[in-house]
């Protein structure tokens, strides 16, 4: 059931079993605190989702689902694939970096050890997701002759285009969770993604990076 098709009262339950969750984590959080912070009856919760466990796939697949429909709702470009990818990167970027899904992969890999279920959920529902729609323009630029994916296909390649965004921002976040990037430290981070994965699989991606390099160079020979 799709978060639009819940009941008022079963997303009341939802919000609330978000904000423990994410607030507590898995093991800690209780049916009673979510009841609680619902202001609703145990019945009404239990009426809606049947124990904690399920209340929590609930959360991992909404809070999935808003994400993805960010990246989802991106048009293909053909011919622009640099442009994609950049639009791509910057928009993921937003989403793990943000409190809501910094919080959420936090609690779902600390609880992973006990409840594999829940963070294979996680994986299917959030990064394998996004791979899939990366995946998906990379097709579109592929058909248009911008990429040359023989050696790893088009699947490894999304993933590997999606780690490059997210591994080294998602880390340094998670080990300083009292900082915030800037806005110019975020499109540095796009930037270095977008580029590594052009020099390695576009077709001009070595020659568009030595054109650069050769512009940069000229501009502080003439200064």
Not at 1 to 24: C, Q, Y
Not at 86 to 92: Q, R
Not at 165 to 193: F, I, K, Y
Request: charged share 20%; hydrophobic share 45%.
């Amino acid at each position: 059931m799709g978060n639009a098709e819940l009941s008022a009262k079963a997303r009341t339950v939802l919000e609330a079993a978000r904000d423990v969750f994410l607030t507590h984590g898995f093991s800690a959080a209780t049916t009673d605190m979510i009841q609680r912070e619902a202001g609703v009856s145990k019945s009404t919760v239990y009426a809606h989702y049947p124990n904690k466990e399920a209340l929590f796939v609930a959360v991992i697949e909404a809070e999935c689902a808003v994400f993805a429909a960010t990246l989802r709702g991106m048009e293909p470009r053909p011919g622009r694939l640099r442009e994609v990818l950049t639009a791509l990167a910057g928009a993921y970027l937003d989403i793990v970096l943000s409190p809501t899904g910094l919080a959420l992969f936090r609690v779902v890999v600390a609880e992973a050890p006990r409840f594999p279920d829940l963070a294979r959920t996680f994986y299917l529902a959030g990064p394998q997701v996004i791979a899939n729609v990366v995946a998906d323009h990379l097709a579109v630029a592929m058909a248009s002759d911008e990429v040359d994916l023989a050696e790893v296909g088009r699947e490894a390649a999304a993933n590997l285009f999606i780690n490059l965004v997210r591994a080294g921002p998602q880390l340094q976040c998670l080990t300083h969770p009292g900082a915030s990037p800037s806005a110019a430290q975020m499109d540095q981070w796009t930037n270095e993604a977008v580029s590594t994965f052009m020099r390695a699989y576009g077709r001009d991606g070595g020659q568009a990076a030595s054109e650069r390099a050769r512009g940069r160079a000229a501009r502080t020979k003439a200064k």
